[in-house]
């Protein structure tokens, strides 16, 4: 049974959550401030497949939880929800190192529908073998497909499981232009409720781990009002 961990300070949302998380088939555990979300997942050994993290909490905020969570695992999924509609929560919580964000209200269909896609990513992690894995090369890079690996002058790049798919993507599409609509039905589903941008902040946060010079990139390259095209940088 896949495990989500819940944090929201407000008990009717986060009754409500919790509720129809369990209905749908998931073990949930839920705790009321950020402090206590660290602990809950520090105490499990990090057994979560998905957390749930509300952005605007008294004491730790949903950015600090977030954080702390991605610092103890690239592969859990995040999911961050937020009473606010700014560009800059969206952003910010993105650059965290989330994988996902809901704007409240919301309804229970798209909430159960982010946590289905974001603990079938991690399923996938899961079940992979290391041994003879196929592997792509691109210049410095090798992808190993099984492991779900991605080296880069043979040290291992530290990814999150979303940022992995989409440099799976890109490696099995080297030099081959990538519209936004494209990357995000390719990572997020075709039934994603969210926007592009969401494609934008992942690729900087991606620049940000694998670019020798992010903010002059020479392997993700951006085809301006269209989206992104790998390069080996060759």
Same mark, same amino acid.
């Given at each position: 049974?896949?495990?989500?961990?819940?944090?929201?300070?407000?008990?009717?949302?986060?009754?409500?959550?919790?509720?129809?998380?369990?209905?749908?088939?998931?073990?949930?555990?839920?705790?009321?401030?950020?402090?206590?979300?660290?602990?809950?997942?520090?105490?499990?050994?990090?057994?979560?497949?998905?957390?749930?993290?509300?952005?605007?909490?008294?004491?730790?905020?949903?950015?600090?939880?977030?954080?702390?969570?991605?610092?103890?695992?690239?592969?859990?999924?995040?999911?961050?929800?937020?009473?606010?509609?700014?560009?800059?929560?969206?952003? #910010? @919580?993105?650059?965290?190192?989330? !994988?996902?964000?809901?704007?409240? $209200? %919301?309804? +229970?269909?798209?909430?159960?529908?982010?946590?289905?896609?974001?603990?079938?990513?991690?399923?996938?992690?899961? #079940? @992979?073998?290391?041994?003879?894995? !196929?592997?792509?090369?691109?210049? $410095? %890079?090798? +992808?190993?497909?099984?492991?779900?690996?991605?080296?880069?002058?043979?040290?291992?790049?530290?990814?999150?499981?979303?940022?992995?798919?989409?440099?799976?993507?890109?490696?099995?599409?080297?030099?081959?232009?990538?519209?936004?609509?494209?990357?995000?039905?390719?990572?997020?589903?075709?039934?994603?409720?969210?926007?592009?941008?969401?494609?934008?902040?992942?690729?900087?946060?991606?620049?940000?781990?694998?670019?020798?010079?992010?903010?002059?990139?020479?392997?993700?390259?951006?085809?301006?009002?269209?989206?992104?095209?790998?390069?080996?940088?060759?």
């Amino acid at each position: 049974m896949k495990r989500v961990l819940v944090c929201e300070d407000e008990d009717s949302i986060r009754e409500f959550v919790v509720l129809n998380l369990k209905r749908s088939g998931y073990e949930v555990v839920d705790v009321n401030c950020g402090e206590d979300a660290v602990k809950a997942f520090d105490d499990a050994g990090g057994n979560f497949d998905a957390a749930l993290l509300d952005i605007m909490m008294p004491g730790m905020d949903g950015f600090a939880v977030c954080k702390s969570l991605r610092e103890r695992s690239a592969k859990i999924g995040i999911i961050m929800l937020s009473a606010k509609s700014q560009e800059m929560d969206k952003v #910010s @919580s993105l650059m965290m190192g989330a !994988d996902d964000y809901i704007t409240k $209200p %919301f309804s +229970i269909s798209e909430l159960v529908a982010r946590v289905d896609a974001i603990c079938r990513r991690v399923s996938l992690m899961d #079940s @992979s073998k290391a041994d003879n894995g !196929d592997e792509i090369t691109s210049g $410095p %890079f090798v +992808i190993n497909l099984k492991s779900r690996v991605l080296l880069k002058n043979g040290k291992p790049v530290d990814l999150t499981q979303v940022e992995y798919q989409i440099m799976e993507f890109f490696l099995k599409n080297q030099n081959t232009a990538l519209d936004r609509m494209t990357i995000l039905k390719q990572i997020w589903g075709d039934n994603y409720y969210g926007e592009e941008k969401i494609v934008d902040v992942n690729i900087r946060r991606i620049r940000m781990k694998i670019e020798d010079e992010p903010s002059s990139p020479k392997y993700i390259i951006t085809i301006w009002g269209y989206g992104y095209k790998w390069s080996s940088g060759e």
